[in-house]
């Protein structure tokens, strides 16, 4: 089955620093978004993008974080200037359509802003 | 702000038994998702329900959704230990383009 993947699995940054996180979504997919996870805690949408440009955006995803499809297959999060609040799991997710009928999810990048 | 939020938060049944989760928003949605996350895992996709009285089943688990109330239930029956995960609903506020997820129920299934 085809799935969506992530690199890396685990980064660890110092704070203020860049970084981006890779993912591949399913190829023929057409939306893509990224969530984080703080540990414990339930899962919070960033942002949705289609069409080379962002649909949506949460409160969260403020300046220092940015998105782009930089080519035909990867899809990245970059964060400007990390802080030690950004310490979580993002996943991204792909759907062939809008909403549905499924998400996929990647397996995670757990950033750890020390 | 928009809540989602689901009942309860920890829920520990015995192999067999049949139990509710609940899932309540506080926006005008018709959209509605259930995932289920394995420790440590990702998210897996378990139901989409796209429309008010919606009704999806699959195996032990039956998802349900009634708009009117903001209200969608995740219903086990004969619970067995592989469904131990914890499980969150999503609402879809934005036609695909925004969801808030709610808190999760940590399910553990005691044999």
């Known amino acids: 089955e085809p799935e969506v993947t992530q690199t890396p699995s685990h980064q660890v940054t110092q704070m203020g620093q860049e970084v981006i996180l890779r993912c591949v979504p399913i190829?023929?997919?057409?939306?893509f978004y990224w969530y984080r996870q703080i540990l414990g805690q339930k899962v919070e949408f960033l942002v949705s993008?289609?069409?080379?440009?962002?649909?949506?955006k949460s409160e969260i995803f403020d300046d220092q974080f940015s998105v782009e499809r930089p080519d035909g297959s990867n899809f990245t999060l970059k964060i400007r200037s990390t802080k030690l609040e950004d310490s979580a799991m993002y996943f991204c997710?792909?759907?062939?359509?809008?909403?549905?009928?499924?998400?996929?999810f990647g397996p995670g990048t757990r950033l750890t802003v020390l | 702000e928009l809540k989602v939020e689901q009942n309860p938060l920890f829920l520990s049944m015995q192999e067999g038994k049949n139990y509710t989760i609940y899932c309540n928003y506080s926006?005008?949605?018709?959209?509605l998702y259930w995932y289920r996350q394995d420790p440590g895992k990702s998210l897996e996709s378990l139901f989409v329900?796209?429309?008010?009285?919606a009704v999806k089943q699959e195996g032990r688990l039956m998802a349900s959704l009634d708009t009117k109330a903001r209200l969608s239930t995740l219903h086990i029956t004969a619970a067995v230990h592989d469904l131990s995960a914890t499980y969150f609903c999503?609402?879809?506020?934005?036609?695909?383009?925004?969801?808030?997820f709610g808190t999760g129920t940590s399910l553990t299934v005691i044999p």
């Open positions: 190829s023929n997919h057409l939306y």
């Open positions: 997710a792909s759907s062939a359509v809008a909403g549905g009928p499924r998400q996929f």
């Open positions: 999503a609402v879809d506020v934005n036609t695909g383009n925004q969801f808030y």
């Open positions: 993008f289609y069409n080379n440009e962002i649909s949506e």
């Open positions: 926006t005008t949605s018709d959209r």
């Open positions: 329900l796209l429309s008010n009285g």
